[in-house]
C-alpha cells in the first residue's frame, strides 16, 4: 500500500491564499512573530513525524492491540517509544501555555498537527490529545498548586491525561452518575466509582497517568448539578514531581473494541483513591466542558484525519489496478480511476476531506482570535462562531470520515475487506469518533437546541451573513460560478430550515428530530462555503499553482453538482416537521 | 440483549395481505396446493430454527472464527452439529429440485427463510446458499451423468458447495483470469492455479465440498469469452457418491477479514485437480451466470438481514435504556425511545427493512412466476422484472442493511462499540455483502447499462406502469395520502432521470456516472410503491389487525416524510450529468 503523505501543500494554501494566516497572526498580541514560513516549517515536522514514526505502527497496533497483563496496560510494541519520541520532539507541548513550558503556537497550527497525526495513527493519537484536554481543564480551573505541580510534566508529555466521565448508567446523561468523593482532613478527597471508556486509562509509557474525574460529594444535589471534578493521579507526586505511592485507581479490564484497538480503553475502579478538588464543588460539568469543547474539535479532527488517510490509499490504488475497459472501449485494461464510479467514490472524499480541513483552519483562527484579540467584541463574535461551529465540527466531520473510509474501502473491493490492506481499520477506527465525545445526535441537538439560540437566535445570521459576503465577491470571478450559485441555493435552504426551527422553539420534538438532518444541511453549506473561497483563491494562483491547488476548481465544480443536492433533500426532511417521528408510541416499535 | 424474534407474522401479512399469494401459487402447476397456511407453518420452523440453533452462535462464531489447522479448516464450536441439523431438518433442500430430493416449495419461501438465517447467522448462511447456488448451476448445465451423481447430495446437505471465480488479478474483470484447464483422456480435466475470496471453500461438516472454478481451456479467446466452468470436488466420488481420493485442491490460507469470522473465506489452490466441464467450453461465464443471479438476490436479502437483526436489538435497547428527560420536561428520566433523534434511527432501520422484505416477496414471486406460469408472455414479462431487480436488490438491501446496522450500533452509544453487546459485529459482517457478488457499483452500472436498455428500452417503463396502476388505486384510500403522494412524486424524478440516462446512451460516462444515484432513486421509490401496498393492505385489515399490521401506515407516514425527499437530491444529482466526474485527469486526482 501506499504510504500517507502529509497534505502540508494543501495546508499552506489554506493558511495563506484562503484565510489570510499572517495579517490574522498579526493582529493577536503573542502571535505577531507566527507566520506561514513558521507554520509551514511546523507543519513539514509534524507530518514527517506522523508519516515516519506513527503510521508504522497502525497497522501492527491494530492486530496486536493493548493488553493488560498482571492489571496494568502493556501497549503495542512500538508505542512507548514513539511516544517518547513525540515527547522529546515537542510535540505534546506544541499549543502549550509558555509559562508550564509549552510552545504557545496557535490552535490553527495544533489542528492541523491533529490531522496528520489522526491519519498516521487514530490510536496513538489520543494520548497526546487527552492529555491536552486535560491540561487545558486543569489550567482554567485548578489551584496555582496543582498548576505548578501537574501543567509543565503533562505539557512535556511526561505525564499523560485521562477523562473519567462515563460511568455503565451514565452516559450521556452525566447527572446520573454516581462515583463519590469523601473529603479528608487534609484538603483531598477520597473517589471511590467505577469508569467505563476511559480512552487512555492507563499506559506503560513511564511517568504519571492524571485522570479528571467527576464524582458527587457527600451533599451534592441530585442531577449534573450535585457534580464535581477531581484530580486523580495514578501515582501521588511529591511537591517536586517525583512518583511516590501508587494511588488506589486501577484498570479492571481494558474494553473489547470494534476498532482502536491500539488504544487501552479502560474499566477504571477508583477505591477510595486521592483526589484533588477542580474549580467550585458541583461545578464540574462546566470545568470539564472547557476540556470537552476542545475534545469536540479534536475529535472532528480526527474524523477528517481518518478520511484523508483512507482516501489517499484508495486513490493511490485506483491508480495502479487494471480491471475492465477504457470508457470508449478502446483500451482493453485500465486503471480503475478511468471508472466513473470509482472516481464518483474517490471525488466524494476528496471534497469531504479538503472541505472540512479549510472549515477546521477557519475555526481555529475564529479560537486563536477568541483566546488573543485586543478587542472584546472581536473576541466574543470569534467565540460566538467557536460555540457554533463546535458540533457541527464534532459531528459532521466525524461522519464525513466515515462515510470517505466506508467509499475509499469499497474502491478495494474485495481487497477492501481483508485485513492486511488496512482499508477495513480505517472503518472500524472512524467508527468511534461518531460516537464518543458526545454522540453526534448529542451533538446536532446542541446545534438545534442551544447553539441557535444564542445571540438572541441572531448567531447563525451572523455567519450566514459573513457566507453570503463571500458569495458575492465570488460571484464576480469567472470560473467560479458553480460552486457559488449551488451554494447560495444552499444558503437560502438552510437560512429557511433555520427560521424553520427557531420559530417552533415552543415545541421539544421540532428541534430534535430536525437536529441531524440540519447539522448535516449546515455543514455541507458551510463547506459550500469553503470551497467557493478555495476557488476563488486557487483561480487567482494561477496555472503556475502546485497541482493540488490548480484541481480545487474542478473539485469545487463536483462539490456543486454532485454533492450539495443534498441539501435540498435535507431540507424538505426538515420541514416535513417531527409528527411522523412522535406518532408511534414507544410499545408500537 | 433481546433475542432475534423473527418477523413471522410480517411475513405472513405480505404474502397473504399484500401479494394475494393463494392466488398466485394457485396458477403455476405444480404450486397449487401452496398456499399461506403451508408458508406460515415452515416460516414459523424457520424462524424457530434460526433464532433458537443460529443466532445463538453468531457471538461465539465471531469470537473464535474459522482456522485452518494442517491445512483443514476448523469452523467455530458449533456449527458442525448447526449444519448438521439445519440439514437434516430439510432445510437444505427447501426449494431444491423434487427430482434430486429437493421440497420443490416456492422461491418466495426460500427467500424468507434466507433472510432469518441471515439476520441469526450470516456466516452460517453462507454455507447452504452457496450450496444451492452451486447446485442450480449444475441443474441447469451440467450433464445427466453429474446431476445424478451430485445433485441429491447437495440438496439433502450432505455435501456443500463453493464458486471459486476470483483471483488476485481477476476481480471484477473475470476476463483477466488465468487458471488452467488441461483436458485429460478420460474426459476429465485438470485445473490448476490459485483462486481467493472463496467463501465456503472448505469446511469440517464431512461430506465433499464442490467447487465451481472458472478456468480456461488450452486454446481457450483471450477475455471473457474464453472462461469455462469446472465441477471440482474436494474428494473423487465413486459413481455410487462414497467418497474416494482426496482432490488436488487445498486450502493454502484463511482471509483475515473485517467480519464474518466464522465463515472460512479460503485463498485456494488448485494444484492439477482433476474436474469435470459444466455447459460449454467457453461459455463458463454464462452458466456461473445462472448462479450468480441467484446468489445476488441471495446477497440482497442477507443485507436486509443483517439490518432487521440490528434494528430489532436497538429497538429493545431503546426501550430499555433510561437516559435524558421527557421532551416536555416532566419526568426525569425516560428510555431513549422517547426522544426524536433516537426514533429517527430507528424508524429508518425499520422502514428500510419492512419495505425491503416486501419487495423481497415481490421479486421472488416473479422468479417463481418466471419458473412455472403456463403462459409464455406470463413468465417472459416476470423474468424480465427479476432482471430489472436483480441488481437493485443486491445493492440496494445491502446498502440499506449496512446503514441500518451503523444507525442501530449509534442507538447504543458507547456500549455499540463494544464488542460484547453484538451490535459492531453486524457492521462489521453486513459490509461484506456491499462487495461481494459484484460491488455494488458494479450493480449500479448493470442497472443502468444493461437492465434499462433491455426489451427496448421498456423494460423499466413497464414496471413504472405497475406502480402507476397502485398508485391510482392508493389514491382514492382515506389514510394513504402521503405516501402515495410522496411516492408519485418520487416515481416522476425516476422516470425523468431514467429518459435522461437512456437518451444519453452514447455517451459512455453517462450511465456510469449516474449509476449509483440512479440505482438508490430507483430503491426507495420502489419501497415507497411497497409502503404504498402495505398502507392499503393495513388500513383495509383494520383495527383488530396484530400491532406489527396497524403500525404500517404510520411507517408509511415516516418514510413519506423523511426518506422519500432523498430522491430529490439524487434525481438533482443524477441531471447534474457526469462532467464533474470526469474533468480531471487520472493524475491530478
Not at 465544480?557 to 443536492?565: E, H, K, Q, T
Amino acid at each position: 500500500m501506499a504510504n500517507y503523505v502529509p497534505p502540508v501543500e494543501d495546508m499552506i494554501f489554506l493558511l495563506s491564499n484562503v484565510f489570510d494566516f499572517d495579517r490574522q497572526m498579526a493582529a493577536l498580541p503573542g502571535f505577531e512573530e507566527v507566520n506561514t514560513d513558521l507554520a509551514a516549517s511546523v507543519l513539514e515536522e509534524a507530518g514527517k513525524f506522523a508519516a515516519e514514526v506513527l503510521e508504522p505502527l497502525n497497522r501492527s497496533g491494530d492486530e496486536e492491540g493493548s493488553r493488560l497483563e498482571n492489571g496494568e496496560v502493556v501497549t503495542p510494541k512500538g508505542f512507548k517509544e514513539a511516544y517518547k519520541a513525540f515527547s522529546e520532539a515537542g510535540w505534546s507541548g506544541l499549543s502549550g501555555d509558555p509559562d508550564y513550558g509549552g510552545q504557545g503556537l496557535p490552535r490553527t497550527l495544533q489542528i492541523l498537527t491533529d490531522e496528520m497525526v489522526s491519519s498516521a495513527n487514530l490510536s496513538f493519537g489520543l494520548f497526546p490529545g487527552l492529555t491536552r484536554g486535560a491540561t487545558e481543564a486543569i489550567g482554567h480551573h485548578a489551584g496555582e498548586d496543582l498548576k505548578a505541580l501537574y501543567l509543565p510534566r503533562m505539557i512535556s508529555g511526561e505525564w499523560t491525561g485521562a477523562m473519567a466521565l462515563t460511568e455503565a448508567s451514565a452516559g450521556t446523561d452525566l447527572g446520573l452518575l454516581t462515583t463519590r468523593a469523601e473529603p479528608q482532613d487534609d484538603g483531598s478527597y477520597r473517589i471511590t466509582g467505577t469508569k467505563i471508556f476511559i480512552s487512555s486509562g492507563d499506559q506503560d509509557f513511564g511517568g504519571n497517568i492524571v485522570h479528571l474525574v467527576l464524582a458527587r460529594l457527600p451533599d451534592a444535589p441530585k442531577g449534573v448539578k450535585g457534580i464535581s471534578l477531581f484530580l486523580v493521579p495514578k501515582f501521588l507526586p511529591d511537591a517536586d514531581g517525583s512518583l511516590g505511592a501508587r494511588n488506589g485507581l486501577s484498570a479492571g479490564a481494558l474494553e473489547h473494541k470494534m476498532g482502536i484497538h491500539a488504544q487501552p480503553t479502560c474499566v477504571m475502579n477508583y477505591d477510595g483513591a486521592t483526589g484533588w478538588l477542580i474549580g467550585e464543588p458541583h461545578r464540574g460539568l462546566a470545568a470539564m466542558f472547557t476540556m470537552m469543547n476542545a475534545e469536540r474539535l479534536f475529535v472532528g479532527i480526527e474524523g477528517l484525519g481518518v478520511g484523508e488517510a483512507a482516501v489517499q490509499k484508495a486513490t493511490a490504488y485506483a491508480k495502479e489496478r487494471l480491471q475492465g475497459r477504457s470508457l470508449d472501449g478502446s483500451r482493453p485494461l485500465v486503471p480503475i480511476i478511468e471508472h466513473p464510479d470509482v472516481r464518483r467514490m474517490l471525488l466524494t472524499g476528496r471534497v469531504l476531506c479538503d472541505g472540512a480541513r479549510a472549515l477546521s483552519v477557519w475555526t481555529a483562527l475564529q479560537m486563536d482570535i477568541a483566546g488573543r484579540h485586543p478587542d472584546a467584541g472581536v473576541r466574543n463574535a470569534a467565540d460566538g462562531f467557536v460555540a457554533l461551529m463546535t458540533p457541527v465540527v464534532k459531528a459532521a466531520f466525524t461522519d464525513f470520515g466515515f462515510e470517505t473510509a466506508v467509499l475509499s474501502q469499497q474502491v478495494l473491493g474485495g481487497h477492501g475487506y481483508i485485513r492486511e490492506w488496512g482499508m477495513e481499520q480505517f472503518v472500524r477506527d472512524a467508527r468511534i469518533t461518531q460516537i464518543y465525545e458526545g454522540t453526534n445526535g448529542v451533538q446536532a441537538m446542541d446545534l438545534t437546541g442551544r447553539k441557535l439560540p444564542m445571540e438572541d437566535g441572531e448567531l447563525a445570521p451572523r455567519f450566514f451573513a459573513l457566507v453570503k459576503e463571500s458569495l458575492q465577491s465570488a460571484a464576480l470571478v469567472p470560473g467560479a460560478e458553480a460552486i457559488t450559485t449551488a451554494t447560495a441555493q444552499a444558503l437560502d435552504r438552510l437560512e429557511r430550515s433555520t427560521a424553520h426551527i427557531l420559530a417552533r422553539a415552543e415545541d421539544p420534538a421540532e428541534a430534535g428530530a430536525a437536529a441531524t438532518d440540519y447539522l448535516r444541511l449546515f455543514a455541507l453549506t458551510t463547506l459550500g462555503w469553503c470551497w467557493t473561497k478555495m476557488t476563488v483563491a486557487a483561480l487567482s494562483a494561477g496555472a503556475d499553482a502546485a497541482p493540488a491547488i490548480r484541481r480545487k476548481p474542478a473539485l469545487a465544480a463536483f462539490f456543486a453538482a454532485r454533492i450539495l443536492p443534498q441539501t435540498l433533500a435535507l431540507e424538505a426532511s426538515i420541514l416535513n416537521g417531527p409528527d411522523s417521528l412522535m406518532a408511534l408510541t414507544a410499545d408500537d416499535f
